[in-house]
C-alpha cells in the first residue's frame, strides 16, 4: 500500500518531469534528451495510473483536483498514447525538443481535464489542449498554415460556447462543482446543456458539428493527426460524461434521446462520406468521425454498462487510430497518399500491409481483435437499454465500413512487385506496439473490461 | 476436452508464425505438418467424446458470463473430422496455381483454427468469433492467391458473409440479453425458457439469414458463383468443403436453440426447394468447369437445408452425412478442375475434350466427384441423399422429393459433361503438363473416402450416434 502523500507526488511528478527535461533539451538542443524525459514522463503516468486503478483509490490534491479511477483510465489512455506520439515525432519533427514542450503543455491539459472536480479546469484544460494542438500543426511546415488556424478557430468557438454555457449555469452552483444541479431548475439549464453538447459536440467531431476534421486531418502532419484524433477527441468524451452525468444527472430522460440521434447522425454521415473517398488522411478522419458515432452509443444509453462499453471503445480506438495514422505518416513520406497508391503495398513492404490490415479490421469490428469486444459491448448494452434500434444502426454501419476498409486492403494484397519501402525503427515500434494491444485486448479483454468498470464506479449513476 | 483444443489452437498459431518468419520452401512442409497434428489432436477429441461427454469450461470474460468451454456431440464430431480431411488434403495436394505459397499456407492454417474453433466451441460468442477468423481468412484467401475478377468477387463474398456475421451478432446479443441467466452457453441456450416470443422470433430470423446467406441458399447466394470461381483451388476447396458448412451446422444449431423454428420448417423447405430448382437451372448454362461446379456445390447446400428442416431423426442423419459427403466429394471436385486447368490450360466445357487419355487419373477422380456429388450408388453421396429423402417424405410427404428434380437435372447434364469433355476423342486438348504426385495424393484420399462411406455407412454413423 502506498501512502497517499506520496502518491500525490508520484501523480504529479511526470509533468514536471516532462516539462522540466524538454525545457532543459530546447536549451541544450538534444533532441534525445527531450525523447527519453517525454517518455519517462509518460510512462510514469501510466504507471501511476494502474496503481490508482488497481487500489481503487482517489487521491486528492490541493481541494481543486483529484485523481480517481475514472481520471487514472484517461490519464493512463494519455500517457500511453502520447508516449507513442512522442516516439514518431522525434522521427518526423525537426523541432523535437520544442514539440515535447508544448506536448507535455497538452499532457497538462489533459490531466486538468481528467483530474477536475469542477467546471473551470475543463476550461483551462481544453485551451491548453486546443492552443498546444494548433502550435503543433504549425510549426511543421508552412502548408499546416490552413488546418491549424481551422482547428483554432473551430476550437475556441467551441471553448466561448462551453463558457458561455458554463455562465448559465453559475446562477445554479456558484462554486462551478460537478455535482448534480436541482431538479426545478427550468430552461436556462436547458439551453446550457444544448449548449455544452454542441461545444463538446465541435471538440469530439459528432455530426452536425464536425465539418472541420476532414480538413485539419489532411492538413496537419500524422502524428499530431493520430494525438488530435486519439487522445484530444477523447478527452472531450470525458467532459461530455462529466457534464451529462455528473452536472446534469437529472436530465437523463432529456439528453438521452438527443445523444441517441446524434451517435446515428454521426455513424452514417462519416461511414458514409468515407466511402468515396481516395485520400487515405480523408478516408481515416471520416472513419473516425464515425467510430465517435459508436462511442455516442454509450453515452445515449447511459447505463453503467453503456459506459463501461464507451470507455472500452475509447480506450480500443485511441490506439488503433494512433496507428493507423503512424503508417499513414510512414506512407505519406514514401509519396503513398491515396488508396490507389496502396496498390500492391504488400509486396513492397509486408510488414506495413499487414499491420495496417489489422487495424482495419480491427476498426470494422472483427472478432478477435480489440475493436471487436468494443462493439460487442456497446451494441449488447444498447440492446439491454432498450435502444434495439441503435444497436442495429451500429451494426449496419459496421457493415458500411467494410466496403471501405475493404477497398484499402483489395489494393494493398496485389501482387505487383514493385521497389520495396525500407522499415523505419521508429515507425515500426509504434506499429508492434498497437498491433499488440490490438491483440492482447481483442484475445482477452477481461482486464481492460475491469478498469473501464472500476473507473466507471465513479460515476454517480441513477 | 479444452486442453486439446486450445493445444491444437497453439499448434496452429505457432504454425501461422513460423510459415511467417521461414522461407516459402517450408511453407507447404509445415501447413501439412500442422494439418496432421490438429487431425490426430481431433482423433484424440473424438475418442474422448466416444468415453466421456462435454466438460466444463474454464473462465474466460466473467463480465459477459463467457467461459472458454469446448466440446463435440456426434454431429459435430463428423463436422471436425470433415474439415481436417479436407484440410489435410488441401494442405497435402499443394498449391495447384504455384502462387503465394506462404500466404496459401498461412491462411490455411488459419482457416483451421476458425474450424476447430466453430466445430467445438460450446458458447456462442466463441462461436462467432471462430466464424469471423474463417471469413476473414477465406476472403483473403480470394483476395490474394485467386483469379482474373478475384477484387470484385471477394469484396462481394466478404459483403455478403459479414452481413451474415452481422445478423449472427444481433441474434447473440438478443440471445444474450433476454435470457434470464444472461448466458450464451449452447447447452444452457438449447434449453432455456422464458425468452419473449417476439425476441425469439426475431432471434429466429436473423439466424436463418445469418445461416442461410452462409449456405448460399437462393436469394442470399450471389456471392457464391464469382468467389468459387475466383479462389484458387486450394480456395474453392475450403470454401465448398468446410465455410458452407458452418452455415449447416448453423441451421442445426438454430433448430435446437429456437422451438420456433419448427413451426416455419415448411417455408424453410420451400425456400430450400426454390434454391435446389434455381441452382439447377443455373447450372446447365454454365459453360465453366468451375462454375458448374460451384452451382452443384450451392445445389447440395439446398438439399441439406431440406432434411434439416424436415427435423427428425432420419434426415438429421441424413443433413450430417451429406454435410460430409458432399464436402469430400466437391472438394474433390474442385481439386481435379484445379489440375485439369494446370493440365491443359483450359477449363471450358466445350472446348475440353478427352481427358482421359491426357489425365487419366484427374479425368476418374473427377467422374467419382460428379457420381458421388449426384449420388450414383457406392458414393457417399447416394446414402446421404437416400437418408435425406426419406428424411424428407417422413415430414413433408411427397412435397419432400420435388428437390429431386434439381438434382436429375444436374445428374443429366454433368453426365454430358463427362461423356464430352471426359471421353468424346475428336479435336482432343493438348496436355501441356501432369498431375503432380501430391496432387494425385489428394486424389486417392479423397477417392478412398467417397468410396469407403458409400459401401461402408456405419463408418460415420458409428460417429453421428456418439
Known amino acids: ?462 | 476436452m479444452v486442453p486439446i483444443v486450445l493445444l491444437i489452437i497453439a499448434v496452429n498459431i505457432v504454425g501461422v508464425a513460423l510459415i511467417a518468419f521461414l522461407k516459402p520452401e517450408y511453407s507447404r512442409k509445415i501447413a501439412v505438418f500442422v494439418a496432421a497434428v490438429s487431425a490426430v489432436g481431433v482423433v484424440r477429441l473424438i475418442i474422448q467424446l466416444a468415453q466421456s461427454g462435454v466438460q466444463p469450461g474454464v473462465v474466460y470474460i466473467p463480465y459477459l458470463n463467457v467461459g472458454l468451454s469446448f466440446g463435440l456431440t456426434g454431429v459435430t464430431a463428423v463436422l471436425l473430422l470433415l474439415s481436417e480431411i479436407v484440410i489435410f488434403v488441401t494442405a497435402a495436394s499443394g498449391n495447384v496455381e504455384k502462387t503465394g505459397a506462404k500466404a496459401s499456407a498461412i491462411l490455411m492454417t488459419l482457416f483451421q483454427i476458425a474450424a476447430v474453433g466453430i466445430f467445438t466451441s460450446q458458447n456462442l460468442l466463441l462461436f462467432f468469433v471462430f466464424w469471423d477468423i474463417g471469413v476473414i481468412a477465406m476472403f483473403f484467401m480470394i483476395n490474394v492467391l485467386g483469379g482474373e475478377n478475384r477484387r470484385a468477387a471477394s469484396i462481394n463474398f466478404l459483403l455478403y458473409e459479414l452481413f451474415a456475421s452481422s445478423m449472427l451478432l444481433i441474434a447473440i446479443i438478443m440471445l444474450y440479453v433476454y435470457t434470464p441467466a444472461h448466458s450464451l452457453n449452447i447447452g444452457y441456450l438449447i434449453s432455456a425458457t422464458g425468452i419473449p416470443s417476439n425476441v425469439e422470433l426475431a432471434v429466429l430470423i436473423s439466424m436463418f439469414l445469418a445461416f442461410m446467406t452462409n449456405m448460399a441458399v437462393f436469394p442470399f447466394h450471389f456471392w457464391l458463383p464469382d468467389a468459387y470461381a475466383e479462389a484458387s483451388t486450394q480456395g474453392s476447396m475450403l470454401l465448398s468443403g468446410i465455410l458452407t458448412k458452418f452455415g449447416g451446422y448453423g441451421m442445426l444449431l438454430m433448430f435446437g436453440i429456437s422451438g420456433l423454428a419448427i413451426h416455419y420448417s415448411q417455408y424453410i423447405a420451400a425456400i430450400a426447394t426454390v434454391s435446389v430448382i434455381y441452382a439447377a437451372l443455373m447450372l446447365i448454362r454454365q459453360k465453366e468447369l468451375k462454375r458448374a461446379a460451384s452451382y452443384a456445390a450451392m445445389l447440395e447446400m439446398g438439399i441439406i437445408l431440406l432434411a434439416i428442416a424436415a427435423y427428425n431423426t432420419i434426415s438429421i442423419n441424413g443433413a450430417v452425412y451429406g454435410m460430409f459427403a458432399q464436402g469430400i466429394s466437391i472438394a474433390l471436385a474442385f481439386l481435379a478442375i484445379g489440375v485439369i486447368k494446370s493440365i491443359f490450360d483450359e477449363s471450358n466445357i466445350d472446348r475440353l475434350r478427352d481427358v482421359l487419355s491426357g489425365a487419366r487419373s484427374t479425368a476418374y477422380s473427377f467422374a467419382l466427384a460428379i457420381f458421388s456429388t449426384i449420388g450414383f450408388p457406392l458414393t457417399a453421396g447416394f446414402i446421404a441423399e437416400l437418408l435425406i429423402f426419406f428424411g424428407a417424405v417422413q415430414s413433408f410427404g411427397v412435397y419432400g422429393l420435388i428437390p429431386l428434380a434439381g438434382v436429375l437435372i444436374m445428374a443429366a447434364y454433368f453426365y454430358s459433361i463427362i461423356s464430352n469433355c471426359l471421353l468424346l476423342r475428336n479435336k482432343p486438348t493438348r496436355a501441356i503438363g501432369i498431375a503432380a504426385g501430391s496432387q494425385r495424393f489428394g486424389f486417392y484420399a479423397l477417392s478412398l473416402a467417397i468410396v469407403a462411406l458409400g459401401i461402408l455407412p456405419f463408418l460415420l454413423l458409428v460417429v453421428l450416434r456418439l
Open chain 1, 1 to 462: 500500500m502506498i501512502l497517499p502523500e506520496i502518491l500525490v507526488f508520484l501523480v504529479l511528478l511526470p509533468f514536471v518531469v516532462m516539462t522540466v527535461s524538454s525545457c532543459a533539451a530546447i536549451v541544450t538542443k538534444s533532441r534525445r534528451f527531450a525523447m527519453w524525459g517525454g517518455m519517462i514522463g509518460a510512462f510514469l503516468a501510466a504507471f501511476v495510473s494502474t496503481i490508482i486503478m488497481n487500489e481503487n483509490i482517489s487521491v486528492s490534491l490541493f481541494g481543486y483536483l483529484s485523481v480517481t479511477p475514472l481520471s487514472a483510465f484517461f490519464i493512463f489512455l494519455a500517457g500511453s498514447a502520447i508516449a507513442l506520439v512522442e516516439v514518431l515525432a522525434f522521427r518526423y519533427s525537426e523541432i523535437f525538443p520544442e514539440f515535447a514542450f508544448v506536448l507535455s503543455l497538452s499532457f497538462i491539459g489533459m490531466f486538468f481535464i481528467a483530474a477536475t472536480q469542477s467546471l473551470l479546469p475543463i476550461m483551462i484544460g481544453l485551451e491548453l489542449m486546443l492552443v498546444s494542438t494548433a502550435f503543433m500543426m504549425l510549426a511543421h511546415g508552412k502548408r499546416r498554415a490552413e488546418a491549424a488556424v481551422k482547428l483554432f478557430v473551430f476550437g475556441s468557438m467551441a471553448i466561448a460556447i462551453f463558457a458561455f454555457a458554463t455562465a448559465l449555469v453559475f446562477q445554479y452552483d456558484p462554486t462551478l462543482s460537478l455535482t448534480a444541479i436541482s431538479g426545478s431548475a427550468g430552461y436556462i439549464a436547458m439551453v446550457a446543456l444544448a449548449l455544452f453538447i454542441a461545444a463538446l459536440g465541435f471538440e469530439a467531431a459528432v455530426f452536425p458539428f464536425n465539418l472541420w476534421v476532414p480538413d485539419v486531418y489532411q492538413g496537419a502532419p500524422a502524428f499530431v493527426t493520430g494525438l488530435l484524433a486519439g487522445v484530444n477527441k477523447k478527452m472531450a468524451f470525458l467532459v461530455l460524461i462529466y457534464i451529462l452525468f455528473f452536472l446534469f444527472a437529472r436530465y437523463a430522460p432529456l439528453f438521452s434521446p438527443a445523444i441517441e440521434v446524434l451517435a446515428v447522425l454521426t455513424m452514417f454521415f462519416g461511414n458514409i462520406l468515407a466511402l468515396k473517398q481516395n485520400n487515405l488522411k480523408r478516408l481515416f478522419a471520416y472513419s473516425s468521425i464515425s467510430q465517435a458515432g459508436y462511442i455516442l452509443i454509450g453515452i445515449a444509453v447511459g447505463t453503467s454498462a453503456g459506459l463501461t462499453a464507451s470507455l472500452f471503445y475509447i480506450f480500443a480506438h485511441s490506439f488503433m487510430i494512433i496507428g493507423a495514422f503512424a503508417i499513414i505518416g510512414f506512407l505519406e513520406s514514401h509519396g503513398i497518399n491515396t488508396v490507389d497508391d496502396c496498390n500492391s503495398l504488400y509486396s513492397r513492404n509486408a510488414f506495413i500491409a499487414v499491420s495496417f490490415g489489422i487495424i482495419m479490421l480491427s476498426m470494422a469490428g472483427i472478432p478477435g481483435l480489440i475493436g471487436f469486444f468494443g462493439k460487442f459491448l456497446l451494441f449488447t448494452s444498447a440492446v439491454a437499454g432498450h435502444m434495439f434500434w441503435l444497436a442495429i444502426a451500429g451494426i449496419a454501419n459496421s457493415l458500411i465500413s467494410i466496403y471501405y476498409y475493404g477497398r484499402v486492403m483489395n489494393a494493398m494484397f496485389q501482387r505487383k512487385s514493385e521497389r520495396t519501402i525500407l522499415m523505419d525503427k521508429y515507425v515500426l515500434l509504434v506499429v508492434l506496439f498497437v498491433v499488440a494491444i490490438i491483440f492482447l485486448f481483442g484475445i482477452y479483454p477481461q482486464p481492460l473490461i475491469h478498469m473501464a468498470q472500476q473507473a466507471v464506479g465513479y460515476i454517480p449513476l441513477g
